[in-house]
T-cell receptor, first 115, second 115 residues
């Protein structure tokens, strides 16, 4: 596979469940990102990892827990979510997070529904 | 805080015609990058075009060009010879050092292309 892949593509979970979203990039990049995309709102940056180190946590509730075991993989662990957390979760990667010009490559997203 | 404003929630263009999507941004930075991303119905976001703030010449990529007005903090996207495959959400984004190198997105413009 090429580019940025995300699994699962769709996820329905109850508020007491624990689940994880997975992102994998095959581009040799060193920075990875989680974004939340809700209807009629701008994309919200959640977390940034640069060379496996978390460099940004954009005031995200602790019920979202990221993990970056290596530069190619990024996880978002979910527990005790709320219905307002239902959204499209996008993963992205770039060469690194230091250069302004580097393009971010996005995955197809995971459509999360919290019931 | 940096903000990106896309004032047109929806736009429509006929095939082969030209359409311009508007974007304004707010920043006190002198060095930054501006981007237009396209998100087709399949949801994978892709980069359309980018512009460095220091470059006066407007960026062009085939049928896509920008009108960058730095003093007015305006960054519009022109799509010439519109094709059915151009139908998508278009997001304007801004990136600078004082935003932690994070991409700041507008709410998007939904472009409909009619035959």
């Amino acid at each position: 596979e090429t580019g940025v892949t995300q699994t699962p593509r769709h996820l329905v979970m109850g508020m007491t469940n624990k689940k994880s979203l997975k992102c994998e990039q095959h581009l040799g990049h060193n920075a990875m990102y989680w974004y939340k995309q809700s209807a009629k709102k701008p994309l919200e940056l959640m977390f940034v990892y640069n060379f496996k180190e978390q460099t940004e946590n954009n005031s995200v509730p602790s019920r979202f827990s990221p993990e970056c075991p290596n530069s190619s993989h990024l996880f978002l662990h979910l527990h005790t979510l709320q219905p307002e957390d239902s959204a499209l979760y996008l993963c992205a990667s770039s060469q690194d997070n230091w250069s302004l010009s580097y393009e971010q490559y996005f995955g197809p997203g995971t459509r999360l529904t919290v019931t | 805080a940096q903000t990106v404003t896309q004032s047109q929630p929806e736009m429509s263009v006929q095939e082969a015609e030209t359409v311009t999507l508007s974007c304004t941004y707010d920043t006190s930075e002198s060095d930054y990058y501006l981007f237009w991303y396209k998100q087709p119905p399949s949801r994978q976001m892709i980069l359309v075009i980018r512009q460095e703030a220091y470059k006066q010449q407007n960026a062009t990529e085939n049928r896509f060009s920008v009108n960058f007005q730095k003093a007015a903090k305006s960054f519009s996207l022109k799509i010439s010879d519109s094709q059915l495959g151009d139908a998508a959400m278009y997001f304007c984004a801004y990136r600078s050092g004082d935003s932690g190198y994070a991409l700041n997105f507008g709410k998007g413009t939904s472009l409909l292309v009619t035959p």
